[in-house]
């Protein structure tokens, strides 16, 4: 897996407005024809490799036009990171006739092309006893993904999910005992201090953190937290506002201050820099790390083939799911993120690339575009599969987190509340010894009213 896939991401809106300045539409032309349909898709920050992504799209083209002769498939590959692919659907996005009829686009950004028209509502064909199996396969959280307000925008082509990841040689050093599987999160913090004793140092736990990581930072790191603690919400769903001060809230922030604190996190350099999200496989490997808030790719960067290769990383790695704040029902807590595809409002052919679709997420294809990207299926029934099991570390452990997972809110401002988060987290990270609980939850609401007004937020005063 190329971790370049997950990099941070800029805001839908953000690249909407910049895509107005930016002269030209670029390459090929995403122009469908009544008969026909186009696809927009990354050909090098999904999978592993661009041979791999370039022989996944040419073999689906190929079964398309097997079984659909009559209606030609244009696919419209794009270059660079997803932001670049989201720039080029920007500039195709304003106008129908250059518009794709299906593009392959990130989840996170699936609310904001919706909430400006740019999307068709698929209900009409997940709907009903004539769902797709691919569709009625997918766990509610997955589902619901990309849905909003009732209409399903995007379908999820492979998830990212969190859980924990330790160097089993560091923790039995420090005297715990394997398998590691810490209960609640004071387990986490003991398992931390243990370590940070025994060798100090080891970097002793990877919280992500910071702004540079934008979205992806909250899917691999504090959302975790947030979905496990006694209030897990970030979005109000009810009152339609962003929720910056509860007691899991504060929680959640408090076990940053303590990381930061106590000297069991990585330093600022480390943690801040561009590339963050990358580091804590590379980390552990280098015998530098010993715990990691972590994700279902971790693993697909030490198997053969990759990068680094790391043949010991069977026996010396093991991994847990991320526990409940106390260990309250369910016990374990994950975010849960991906891929999808979706279908443009202004497409003419939407029967046809919504069979195209159905394509695309046939068990086969979705095998291996899981395993060429470090995914998990969005089918259960892939997920769970022998062939998807053997395929790397920990892959069905990760299968059933993520059968719990919490999605993002599907809400054009979630940016906004991530910038927020993030910089409550940071500021522990830059300032230890001076930054407050009461202070971030108060650079939260700050930071969200300003943008969003103060009718934008609430309190929750009680747990649960």
């Known amino acids: 897996m190329r971790f370049n896939r997950i990099r941070v991401t800029l805001t839908a809106s953000c690249v909407i407005a910049a895509a107005v300045a930016v002269a030209g539409g670029g390459a090929a032309s995403a122009s469908n ?229 106590d000297g069991l996190g990585a330093p600022v350099s480390q943690l801040l820099n561009a590339d963050s999200l990358a580091e804590p496989p590379a980390l552990m490997q280098k015998g530098k790390l010993a715990i990691s808030f972590g994700a279902n790719w971790f693993p697909s960067t030490w198997l053969p083939g990759s990068a680094e290769p790391w043949p010991a990383a069977s026996k010396d790695v093991g991994a847990a799911p991320m526990p409940t704040e106390n260990g309250q029902a369910p016990g374990i807590a994950s975010t849960i993120g991906g891929w999808a595809y979706a279908i443009s409002a202004t497409c003419t052919n939407k029967a046809s690339a919504f069979k195209f679709i159905t394509l695309l997420e046939s068990p086969a294809n979705q095998l291996s575009m899981a395993t060429e990207s470090g995914f998990i299926p969005p089918d259960t029934s892939v997920a769970t599969s022998k062939a998807f099991d053997t395929s790397s570390l920990f892959q069905l452990q990760f299968s059933r987190y993520a059968a719990i997972g919490t999605p993002f809110p599907n809400n054009a401002n979630f940016t906004v509340y991530t910038r927020a988060i993030n910089t409550a987290t940071e500021d522990f990270a830059i300032n230890p010894n001076t930054e407050t609980v009461s202070s971030a939850l108060s650079t939260m609401k700050s930071l969200i009213t300003q943008q969003l007004g103060s009718n934008s937020v609430e309190t929750i005063k009680s747990s649960g």
């Open 33 to 261: 024809s009544k008969k026909g349909i186009s696809v927009l898709y990354s050909y090098n920050y999904v999978q592993d490799t661009d041979a791999l992504a370039n022989a996944w799209w040419k073999s689906v083209e190929n079964q398309w036009k097997t079984a659909n002769p009559s209606t030609p498939l244009t696919p419209v590959g794009v270059g660079g990171t997803d932001i670049d692919e989201m720039n080029k659907a920007a500039i195709l996005f304003r106008s129908p006739s250059t518009t794709p009829c299906v593009i392959q686009m990130p989840t996170t950004y699936v609310g904001e092309f919706a909430s400006s028209g740019y999307l068709a509502s698929l209900n009409s064909y997940v709907s009903g006893s004539s769902a797709p199996a691919f569709w009625t396969g997918m766990p509610k959280a997955v589902q619901e993904m990309s849905t909003i307000g009732g209409k399903v925008y995007a379908v999820n082509l492979g998830n990212t999910d969190g859980g924990i990841v330790y160097n089993k040689l560091m923790l039995e050093k420090a005297g715990i005992k394997m398998p590691w599987v810490p209960k609640t999160w004071a387990d986490i913090i003991a398992a931390a201090k243990a370590v940070h004793k025994a060798e100090p140092k080891v970097y002793a736990l990877w919280a992500e953190t910071g702004v540079a990581s934008g979205p992806t930072g909250i899917l691999q790191g504090v959302g975790n937290l947030i979905f496990g603690s006694t209030n897990p919400q970030m979005f109000d769903s009810k009152t339609g506002k962003w929720v910056v001060d509860s007691p899991g809230l504060a929680a959640t922030l408090k076990f940053y201050q303590t990381v930061a604190k």
